[in-house]
């Protein structure tokens, strides 16, 4: 990694440059996902404010990698880890304020969080985001969705960090929010923002809410080491029955499982490795294109180094 100049404010005892926050070399990252595989971040950067990130940024090298994550919840790191620095907001980006007709929440505010104080405002809208693990920077990120809602249907504005240490105020029609996609600035990341929601019976979200979460109890395998939907619905296609139709249901390798009980889930059984996992999903992706002619696109990101070659299921 490329040393701080001095008239960069001068490095910190790691050789990056200050942060009010917290800085760790050689950070073990699999106990931060859901699926609990991968390797280590080179540094692992936890800002204490936006403002925070902002120095931190503007005085990192250019050619510094930076890497975001959230609540790791639809994330695979492979086994090699995280070269450069990985950026994780933590308390100090986890507010929730409850308006008149909406919600202003930190980007490390679980999206589940949210969706209950919406509903104890006697907000409607957000129910949606009860169904979906994460946070809310992720959810802007990836245009989370579920339910019949997405993110693009109750974003007003989202607020970031540049990659060269800019704050701004994006309105959510520069994002160009579309299936499972925004468009960031590149290496940008979200700090705050505010979804539009609107005054509401109370019996009503509190019974969609529940709706909401004892479907999911009932069709997903919400209790295992998983990371959510793998792959992103084909248009008119449901990714489920496509990896179903291909006998891909139940289909191990390692210790990595295509969920039985919803087969667009891929599960770590207990020793599985980020290899295991993303080779088996590169497998299903193989059979569905075979038996159906339809190429699966990952919903989950895949980041980092891997090992070595991950191989194709036998």
């Known amino acids: 990694m490329k040393t701080i100049p001095p008239d960069a404010g001068g490095p910190g005892e790691h050789g990056l440059p200050p942060l009010k926050g ?10 931060l996902t859901w699926f609990r595989v991968g390797g280590p971040a080179e540094y692992l950067v936890k800002p204490a404010s936006a403002a925070d990130l902002a120095q ?4 990192l090298p250019g050619d510094t990698p930076i890497t975001a994550i959230g609540a790791a919840s639809n994330l695979i790191i492979r086994d090699g880890g995280i070269p450069g620095v990985v950026i994780r907001l933590a308390r100090g980006f986890s507010t929730v304020t409850v308006e008149a007709d909406g919600i202003v929440c930190g980007a490390a505010a ?3 969080t949210v969706a209950e104080h919406a509903a104890a405002a006697g907000l409607g809208g957000l129910e949606f985001l009860c169904g979906i693990p994460g946070s809310i920077g992720g959810a802007v990120a990836m245009n989370a969705g579920a339910y019949g809602s ?47 929601a609107a005054p509401a019976d109370q019996r009503l979200i509190a019974s969609r809410m529940a709706e909401i979460r004892e479907s999911r109890t009932a069709t997903q395998p919400v209790r295992a080491r998983t990371g959510g939907s793998t792959f992103a619905n084909p248009p008119g296609m449901k990714a489920w029955e496509l990896i179903d139709s291909a006998g891909c249901r139940g289909l191990t390798r390692g210790g990595a499982q295509v969920s039985e009980l919803h087969c667009n889930f891929l599960l770590n059984t207990g020793d599985a490795t980020a290899a295991d996992l993303e080779g088996l999903g590169e497998e299903v992706r193989r059979r569905v294109l075979t038996a159906t002619g339809v190429t699966l696109a990952w919903e989950i990101r895949r980041i980092g180094q891997p090992l070595a070659r991950a191989e194709v299921v036998a």
């Open 150 to 196: 997405d993110m693009a249907a109750c974003l007003d504005w989202a607020e970031v960090v540049s990659r060269t240490g800019e704050q701004l105020r994006l309105p959510a029609a520069e994002l160009h929010l579309s299936y499972r996609h925004s468009k960031l600035p590149p290496g940008a990341v979200v700090t705050r923002a505010r979804l539009r």
């Open 110 to 112: 679980l999206d589940a």
């Open 56 to 59: 931190f940024l503007r005085a």
């Open 22 to 31: 917290r800085i760790e070399a050689n950070a073990a990252l699999g106990p």
